[in-house]
């Protein structure tokens, strides 16, 4: 995985080729909205910013009273020299397709959100299905020998006009298959997976994949539900229901809850059993991160890993799905994204490569060293905000469990070892066998700081990392898990005073100046990562934060987000301010990378 690793990887002769594992993808939301020095302007000035998006309905901001659209996006790129008719965008759909391969995919499930062909319609959404499809026919095309191809799902959003208008659907997927070359098919009929299936009769069903079959296009239906098995039993229930169900039917699945709580009590009725033995009918098992929804103003309690980890294990794996289904790849409003991102770098795609080679060779993998991710939220959820800015608090979604606040570390071990977690002048050791394991520990209210976490064998610290802050919930709220990853020994240490409680006003705001700064050895190279919590506003774009060293400067950091640095070579490394006026608030660690 490029930058990264995951705790295994596999050999491909040894995969079954059959279990198929998609990611849900929404095409709008791409790496990066435009390619200029500014890279992710959108998401940053718009999205992440409250104030973003603002017109004349809401002139401080369209998401302001929620804190802001999303609080997480994509990890910035450099600008692309590829610009002749924006085929940098081909560039990052490429960029993608390989970032699902290596995360264990087999294909992507894309969501159409519009199904007008012709002109019309959204064609910004249309435009980045086109591009994305593309993409995936010229990377079949370049894959070296013995690379699987890579599938695609087309996943009409029956909740949007893909279902409400029943003269688009057919001539939709007609053309799709007509000019791309990856839809995915089993005995050479296409499979078609659309969520919310349910909203039309199996009877309505029955009339659009016969007319598609007269046209020459065989197909089937592989339905994502919301409530599988009654949305199943009233298709049945309809006149000559169950002889249509077992015509058109080769598999169904579930969009599944983002409840640890409520995840678990599916998986133990064993849907993918019930599914084939009940229903004659393959299952595609879900699997998502987590849930949170700024501005629906609710999140639901996924228990840090616990959802994605029994979902992944039980639900994928020992229940032995027919397919898998990521939810989602990169729907950020929804905090559900499992791509690249700027606070959880790759580690979500690491955690799911490591269930899918188990899933698609049958056997558990060897692990081959030892890793160590953190996961918990930056805040406390009985924090709540000032109203300074956000004035909408989100809350658990209502009747679902109560809320989950403690630390966990997810280890992945070559040997046995003590686990240690520290936060707030408390530790707590757990000795742990080889193998994966998730440790908790406590999450008290009113506590503030970097949890630390450590591997240690036989005395000797193997895995260190100081995890991301944990801040006292102030003008926005923030309910989504932050992942952080362990470097080699013990390395972990905070750069300076801890500036989330200090303004950068308040040191200085006449002129640019140095803020923190800290002697390194320029024999060795360091991680420095950076958190603007408070961001600039737009006056200039000239000011703003960067990492300064003796060899080579960040770029200017201005918006809310999380920003790594690599340093090497130098004797020093330094938070500053560009020019003066600067507004934010912002803290930083630093780790030494061992090699």
Partial sequence: MPGENPPTTVDPPSVDITKQIFFHQFTFFRQRFGNDTKGLDYYERNFLNPDGEGDEDYPEG?????????????????????????????????????????????????????????????????????????????YNASRGAGIPKFNTLPMFDMDTNSGSDQSLL????????????????????????????????????????????????????WGVMKGWKGKLDSWIGESNGQALVTKWVYGVSDWGDRTAEFASTRLDANPAAVARNTYGVKWMGPFAPQDFRPR?????????FKLILDQLKRGIIEQESDMAHGITWNDWPEGAGMTRSQRSGTNWMEIVRYHADWYKTGVEPTITEDVLYSGHRPH?????????????????????????????????????????????????????????HLIEAPFPEN?????????????????SLLSHKIRKNSWQDDYGIYISKAVNGDTAFTLGTDLATVGISEINTNSSQTFRQLTIDSAKTYLVEMIIVVPEDEASNSRGLKIDTQTTDSAVFK??????????????????STSAGFTGIATMSVQEVLT
């Fill in 296 to 304: 629906s103003k609710n999140f639901q309690e996924g228990e840090g």
């Fill in 62 to 138: 369209k998401y302001r009273r929620f804190g802001g659209y999303i609080r997480d996006m994509p990890e910035a790129k450099p600008v692309s020299t590829n610009t002749v008719d924006n085929a940098w965008i081909i560039d990052d759909f490429l960029d993608e397709i390989q970032d699902m391969v290596d995360a264990g995919a087999t294909g992507a499930a894309l969501n159409i959100l519009d199904a007008r062909v012709s002109a019309g319609g959204d064609r910004n959404n249309w435009n980045n299905m086109m591009r994305f499809y593309e993409a995936v026919d010229l």
């Fill in 447 to 463: 506590t503030y700081g970097n949890p630390v976490m450590k591997i240690i064998r036989g005395g000797v610290v193997v895995k």
């Fill in 380 to 436: 406390h959820t009985n924090d709540q905000i000032d109203g300074s800015i956000q004035a909408l608090q989100s809350n658990i979604t209502p009747g679902h469990a109560t809320a989950y606040n403690k630390l966990q570390a997810l280890v992945f071990l070559t040997a046995p070892a003590d686990v240690v977690i520290t936060f707030e002048g408390s530790t707590q050791t757990e000795a742990v066998p080889a193998g994966m």
């Fill in 170 to 221: 057919v001539p939709c997927l007609m053309f799709l298959e007509d000019t791309f070359d990856s839809l995915y098919k089993i005995d050479g009929k296409i499979i078609i997976p659309p969520y919310a299936v349910e909203n039309w009769s199996i009877n309505l069903w029955n009339t659009k994949l016969t007319e598609l079959a007269n046209a020459g296009y065989d197909c089937m239906l």
């Fill in 559 to 576: 918006y809310v987000g999380r920003y790594q640095h690599t340093v090497t070579g130098s004797t020093f490394v330094r938070l500053s």
